[in-house]
């Protein structure tokens, strides 16, 4: 009889497929941790671009509250005095009587001319007693304390002696209230 010694390093049985198991349990954990990672990007990726255009809108409503004037640049809110005088472009007199197909009905900050705005664009005067407008929010009403009427700026070619600057605050929010931008503007006047 002959008589075997057991050698461990020949005893290979099940080594197989316990190493098997290691390698896919230790792919799935990196591919469940990849596809993690790839929603997780892809949610920041889509509320920086919701943001970036909230951003854009705000602006875009900036610059039509400062190019459509006449929309809140009305005689009433030149008289009302600078602590009471204000605009609010979801709360406009112009929103009943809105025609799409007629620019000079347009609503500031309805950018697809559905009548209803896509965003809030509120507007005050600068002025030096830091006095709240009722019906604005706190973000229209916390502008830098100033003059409400002053001199051209030098250089602007307007004359001391004929004109005078109105500076205003121009205050756009989104819709969900995420996005705020505010601008302060100047326009001149002939001297009364």
């Not at 472009?89 to 950018?111: E, K, L, Q």
């Amino acid at each position: 009889m002959i008589k075997r010694i057991w050698d461990p390093m020949k005893n290979e049985r099940g080594m197989v497929l316990v190493v098997a198991v290691l390698i896919l349990t230790v792919v799935t954990i990196i591919g469940i941790a990849a596809l993690t990672t790839s929603d997780t990007e892809l949610q920041i990726s889509s509320n920086e671009k919701q943001l970036t255009v909230q951003f854009y809108d705000a602006e875009a409503g900036q610059i039509e509250a400062m190019e459509w004037r006449t929309a809140w640049m009305t005689d009433d809110f030149l008289t009302a005095g600078e602590t009471l005088a204000n605009f609010i472009s979801d709360n406009a007199t112009d929103v009943g009587n809105c025609d799409p197909a007629d620019p000079d009905t347009w609503i500031v900050g309805d950018f697809d001319n559905d009548c209803n705005p896509d965003l809030k664009v509120e507007i005050r005067c600068v002025e030096e007693t830091g006095t709240a407008v009722a019906g604005l929010t706190s973000a229209a009403n916390d502008l830098p304390i100033q003059r409400h009427v002053g001199p051209p700026p030098v250089g602007s070619g307007y004359s001391l002696k004929h004109f005078e600057i109105r500076r205003y605050g121009v205050t756009s929010t989104s819709q969900d209230g995420n996005t705020r931008v505010q601008t302060g503007v100047y326009m001149v006047f002939n001297k009364f």
